[in-house]
Structures are given as C-alpha cells and as structure tokens.
C-alpha cells in the first residue's frame, strides 16, 4: 500500500511539473490573441493533455531525466542504546527484537501510522471525486432544465438545418429540438442541436441560418466532448490552476472556430454577427452551470467575436497548422525525455542495512546517492558575454558541415548583431543553396544598406528558392535597390519568383516598371496576374488601366474583383456593358464590387439589373444593390426602391427606407 501511494503521490508531482511547463508556455505563446484561433485551439488541447500521457511514460519506463527528484525516504525506526553498543563492540547487527522507539534526530514514521503520501493521495482523492460529483451534478441540472423540450422534425427552422447539413456536407445525422427554458441556443452530446423558442419569432431566416450554422460547427469539431473532458480534468487536477485556464481558452476557440465555419458555409458574416447580439439581448438569467457549446453562453465573448466577424481588413498569414502541430509534436519529445520527473523511493531504509554478504553503511549509501546527483548536475558556467557568443556563431559560418553554417547563419540573424553583417555577407557564396537561403534571411533582419547589393547578386542564383528569399529579403529597404534585376524576373521561370518581382516593385514603387508589369496580365499564375492588378493600381499610372481592364474578363474572381478596385482607385472608365456582365458574374464577391461602382457611377442601364439584384440569393449583394438604387436620381430607381420595401429581408428593407428618406 505504502509502494503504490509513493508511486501515485510521485506520479501527480510528475503531472503537475509537466503540466505548469507545457501549459504555461501555451499562454506565453497564445497571450495577446496574436495567433490564429486554429493554431491556439491545438495548442491549448495538447497542453492540456499531453501531461497525462508525458509523465505516465516517464514514470512507467523509468526514464533518467536530466532533473530526476526522488521523494524522501521513510526512515525506519532506530535502534535501541543497547542493541547500538551491541552492534558497536561486536560488529554484527543484534538479533534482539526492537522497540518501535524513534529518533529524535530525523524524520521518521510508525509502522501502524499514515505516512505523508498516503495522507497527500487520500485528500486528493476525496477533493478531486467531490469536485467530479459536483461537476456530473450540474450536468444533471442541466438535463432537467432541458427535459421538457421538444423535437422540430418540419417548418422553416428544419428545413434550414436540413439545407445547411446538404450543402456543408455534414453526414452524421443531427436532431433538432427547441425548449423554453434557456436562453441561447446550444450543442448537446454529438447529434442534438436545442434552440430557444424565441429563436422562431425574433430571429429572421438569415439569422436562424447562422445560428444553425453555427452550432453545427460545434458539433462537427466535437466541442460538447472537449469541454466536458476539459472540464473533468480541471476538477480531478483542481491543483492545477492552469487547467481552468486552458478550458476557458478552449471555450473561446470553440466560439471563434465556429464562426468562421459558420461564415465560410453561409457567406454572411453580418448576419451571424446580428444573431449574436439578438441572442446575447435574450440571455439575462445566469450561465447553464457547467461549460457548453452554445452560441452566447459567454457575453464577455460577444463583442470580440462581433468585432472579428465584421473584420474588413485581409488577415495576416500566419503559421499553419501542420506546422504548430509539428511543434507541438516536438514540444511533447522534449518534455518525455528533459522534463523533471518525481520518483518514488524505492522502499524504507535502515540506520544500517544489510546488504548482499554484508552491511551497507548510510552514511556511505548518502554520500554515493549526492555524488551521483552531483555527477547529473550541470556546471553552471559563467554568463557569456555578446561578444564572445556572436564570435563563436561566426566562427562557425566556416564549419564544415552546411547544417552548422545554416543555424550559425539563423542565429546570427536572430541576435541582429552589426558585427555578424560583413561575415554574413561573405557566406552568401556558399555551396550550399539552403545555407545561402538562411543568410539573405539573416541580413534582412540587419536591415544594413552593406547588405543590398550582395543580395542583389543572388537574384541571378540558379536556385529558384535563393531568388525569391532574395527578393523577399529586398522589401526590407525603401530606397537603395536597383530595379533592372528585378524587372528581370518578371520574365522567370517560376511563378513564385516573378509574384514576388512584382510586389517588390510595387513595394519600391517602380513606376517606370509599370509596362512590364502589365505585360504579365495574362500569366499563367492567377496569383501573378491578381499580384499584377494591384500594383498597377497602386502605382497609379493610368497606363496601366488598360491591362487592368483586361483584367475584368479573367478566368479568375479575385482577379477581376481586384481588377473593379484597382479601377475604381484610378477612377479610370468602365466600359457599361462590361459593368452590367460583373454584375451579373457567378461569384458573389466581384457582383458586389460591381453593383457598388455601378451606383457609385450613378448608371442609369444598371437600374434593371439593379432590381433583379434585391433577390440575388446573397445577402450582401441584396443590400449593396439597394443601396447602389439610392445613389441613382431616377424614378425608376426609386420605384425600384419602393419595391425593395416589401422584401423579405430586413436589410434591404432597412437600406430601401433610408434611400427614400423614410424611417427604417
């Protein structure tokens, strides 16, 4: 009994050192919300469970970690004055049964006594059951709230889910009920979706559409089971602060992932961002009681997630996910094999044990047990200075082994020391194109005027790679890069190179580079030719509004939606009949950006067009129409808008009133 709490008391202490390392570097790492909610959601669940499964395989194979602490002896009881002097004038340990007497010197426990780890194990055990009871008590609460609802198998709010459910691809069968007693709706289990009754009434059929989206969301990414587990967790390890951390965090990835699957799946980001703020207007008695996967269950959520949804700005690039789940991978590697492990102690010991033919002396077994942990501490070696750090990364530049150069060359960059420019520089000949690559990113970071010219010289390297880190790199400098390599490579190979020959001369602002840019308006690369489009537009020559409005019948959407804008900037003419076709294209997007310039433009052909818009099946095009009608002083239009008043939805019955001048 005493080997088995040891053990669980060791593992626990194992569990909460792995625990507070790889958590906390999860909220060092997702603090400030600059990462993508995808990538912190991965994070926060393997941080979250990772502890479990690292400190259950140190323990059970017994790995031999750099930090490795083993939990104190229990001592046995010490030996009586005359079994000492019996021992000391004779050698031999006495035979003589002895007294349960202890030490007064050192610590000790009874034989019929708890020891220390039995107690620490037994108050767990009864904290961390009351707590899981208390937590499976609330969730009964729950269901008895929810146990008068009912199933909606018909009407507009099935017919919605079965749509959504069609359209998004979603196979698992999904059953759809309504009560009275909550407030916002919510995933339940793997398959149910409970929505309030004030759902039917106050919420209009684009809303309902992305409430439903959006809580099929949660049920497609399973959330109702990764809180629960998070919330278990949180109450059996309630010593770990950190678990209550992470499943908040979780809870608000959930909420943010769901609405961008919600968006992505209805194409409205403001009619999800109106269904939340109705929902939240709903909710005035407290929470559920335990976490869930609702839509509105956290109010202090609402206005980042409003905020966010009706984001214009185009959103950063960051990290993908492969790659923090590869990281994450590596994170839980290293914490098995160099995190501190806690160990239990391999049995009571004895003032004098008896070993194999012989006695064992403590006082020798201590000192062999602290050399040994001495032998396993590191020296600690004195601070180095900069200096003596940036030189040794330079002296490694000329290693022999290409892998030594390149993470010399990474680390030169990373210190962003002036003294690592010139050395940096030299390396830029290396054999080896990976090694190459490496240094152009390291000078970038200097941002040193030295450094331009010999990355200059790279934009003629035979390796695709070197050149378009070489030209990435370049951006870093506004003035001081000739422009003649760079027009080069617009007529490169790779259609990597020539997209970034063309932002970096959009960067430089290379008006005299517009005629070869415009050249590419028909690349293969619909990313060169998108890349194209805005440069001309941002290098404002009206030369280039020619190749711009080619651009308006590329294959491509985003190219001729680019295209309208980069127009638009230039305030360059659009031909009518050009205009009316946009308006009437297959993406949605670029139908927008043309309804817009149209009314913009006061087109007095778009009226028609304008008025079969009110019920373009997407909700922004409607509403951009109306308002596109209200720019333009016709009667038609405003009989148009007299029309629009009568529409089902409520936005362009909205936008149509303020057009006319009426109260919404």
Not at 240 to 261: C, F, H, I, K, V
Not at 357 to 374: C, F, H, P
């Amino acid at each position: 009994m005493t080997s088995l709490t040891s053990s669980l008391l060791a593992w626990l202490l194992t569990y909460l050192i792995h625990s507070t390392a790889l958590l906390g570097i999860a909220w060092l790492v997702t603090r400030g919300r600059r990462l993508e909610p995808a990538s912190a959601d991965l994070l926060w669940k393997v941080a979250l469970l990772a502890p479990l499964i690292t400190g259950t395989i140190q323990s059970r194979f017994e790995l031999a970690t750099p930090a490795a602490v083993r939990l104190p002896v229990a001592m046995a009881p010490a030996p009586t004055v005359a079994e000492t002097s019996n021992e000391s004038s004779t050698g031999i340990p006495s035979t003589t049964s002895r007294t349960s007497t202890t030490s007064t010197n050192g610590p000790s426990t009874s034989t019929n006594g708890f020891s220390l780890p039995l107690v620490v194990v037994l108050l767990w055990s009864v904290v961390a059951l009351a707590s899981s009871l208390y937590y499976v008590a609330r969730r009964l609460i729950l269901i008895g709230r929810l146990a008068d609802r009912r199933t909606v198998s018909d009407g507009p709010l099935a017919a919605t889910l079965a749509e959504l459910r069609r359209t998004t691809g979603y196979r698992r069968p999904v059953h759809l009920t309504m009560a009275r007693t909550i407030s916002s709706p919510v995933a339940l289990g793997l398959s149910e979706i409970c929505v309030p009754e004030l759902a039917l009434s106050d919420l209009g059929m684009e809303q309902q559409r992305s409430m439903l989206a959006h809580e099929l969301a949660h049920l497609a990414r399973r959330d109702s089971v990764w809180l629960a587990g998070a919330s278990l967790i949180e109450r059996v390890f309630f010593f770990q602060p950190l678990n209550r951390l992470a499943r908040r965090e979780l809870e608000t990835s959930a909420e943010y992932l769901s609405d961008e699957w919600a968006m992505r799946k209805t194409g409205s980001a403001v009619s999800l961002a109106k269904c939340l703020a109705t929902v939240a207007e709903w909710i005035q008695a407290s929470p559920l009681g335990v976490p869930v996967a609702g839509l509105a269950e956290r109010r202090s959520l609402l206005v980042s997630r409003i905020s966010r949804l009706l984001e214009t700005r185009r959103p950063q690039h960051p990290a993908s996910r492969i790659g923090w789940a590869a990281l994450a991978t590596l994170g839980v590697v290293v914490t098995i094999a160099a995190a501190p492990r806690v160990s239990s102690p391999p049995g009571p010991l004895s003032l004098r044990e008896r070993g194999n033919g012989g006695e064992v002396d403590t006082t020798r077994t201590l000192a062999e047990v602290s050399s040994r942990v001495a032998a396993r501490k590191p020296d600690v070696a004195p601070v180095s200075q900069d200096t003596g750090v940036v030189n040794a990364l330079i002296a490694r530049l000329k290693d022999d082994n290409a892998s030594v150069r390149r993470a010399a060359a990474g680390s030169l960059g990373r210190l962003s020391d002036l003294r690592a420019v010139m050395p940096l520089i030299a390396v830029l000949a290396d054999s080896d194109a990976e090694v190459r690559a490496t240094v152009i990113d390291a000078l970038a970071n200097f941002e040193d005027p030295r450094a331009i010219n010999p990355i200059v010289t790279l934009l003629k390297d035979p390796v695709t790679d070197v050149k378009r880190n070489a030209l990435n790199a370049l951006s870093h400098w506004e003035r001081g890069v000739p422009s003649a390599p760079v027009i080069a490579l617009l007529d490169d190979s790779d259609a990597g190179v020539r997209h970034e020959a063309v932002h970096l001369l959009d960067n430089l602002h290379v008006r005299s580079a517009g005629p070869a840019i415009a050249r590419l308006i028909h690349d293969p690369s619909a990313d060169v030719r998108d890349a194209v489009v805005e440069a001309l537009g941002n290098l404002g020559e009206q030369s280039g509004a020619t190749a711009i409005t080619e651009a308006l019948g590329d294959p491509n959407a985003d190219v001729r939606q680019a295209a309208l804008g980069a127009l638009d900037d230039l305030k360059a003419p659009i031909a009518e009949t050009t205009l009316l076709n946009l308006m009437k294209d297959a993406d949605a997007d670029v139908r927008q950006r043309a309804v817009q310039l149209a009314g913009e433009r006061s087109v007095l052909a778009a009226i028609p067009v304008l008025r079969h818009l009110i019920d373009d099946p997407r909700s922004d095009v409607r509403e951009e129409a109306t308002q596109a009608l209200g720019k333009i002083a016709d009667p038609a239009a405003r009989q148009a808008l007299q029309a629009a008043l009568q529409s089902p939805d409520p936005r362009v019955r909205r936008a149509a009133a303020e057009a006319l001048g009426q109260d919404p």
